[in-house]
Every structure is written in C-alpha cells, then in structure tokens.
C-alpha cells in the first residue's frame, strides 16, 4: 500500500478537518495517509507566538490576518518572511 503525506497546520479547526477529510478520501482509494501536524514540528518559541497572533487577531483584527495572509500566500517578499519560512 502506498503511503501519503498530509501535512496541515493546528491553527484554526479548519486546516485539521480538511487534512482528516482528505486522509479518509485517500484510504478509501487504497492509499495509506499519514497525517502530519506542521505545528509539532516547529521551535516552541515560534509556534506559541503564531498561534496566540493567530487567535487574537481572528477575534480582534481579522483584517489583519487576512493581509498576513495575503502576503504570505505568495513567493516571500521580504527577509523576515523568508526567515519565518525556512526556520519553519
């Protein structure tokens, strides 16, 4: 059985339930999923910070994660996004 890597992040109840959904869809097509959370993979002191960011904003400046975003849903423009990116 060949296996898959399904890699998502905990911020947000969103990105698991779609990596579970696509690790189901996957099995039930004879692939073996493996699930991986981003987020167990990075320095506690960076994920603390970014999850805690991620929360507040969503709650109180939901305009100013969807520039984050924004920004960085695109090839990394600036130093401290690609610093972000490769410690990640």
């Known amino acids: 059985m060949s296996r898959i890597l399904i890699a ?3 911020v947000g109840g969103g990105h698991t339930t779609a990596a579970q959904a696509l690790a189901e869809a996957c099995a039930r097509r004879g692939l073996a999923p493996v699930l991986c959370d981003y987020d167990e993979l990075i320095p506690a002191w960076q994920r603390g910070p970014v999850q805690a960011l991620y929360r507040w904003s ?3 400046a939901p305009a100013l994660w969807r520039a984050y975003y924004r920004h960085t849903n695109r090839p990394a423009a600036i130093a401290a996004t690609r610093l972000l990116a490769r410690t990640g």
Do not use: Y
Request: charged share 0%.
């Open 58 to 60: 969503l709650g109180h």
């Open 8 to 10: 998502h992040a905990t």
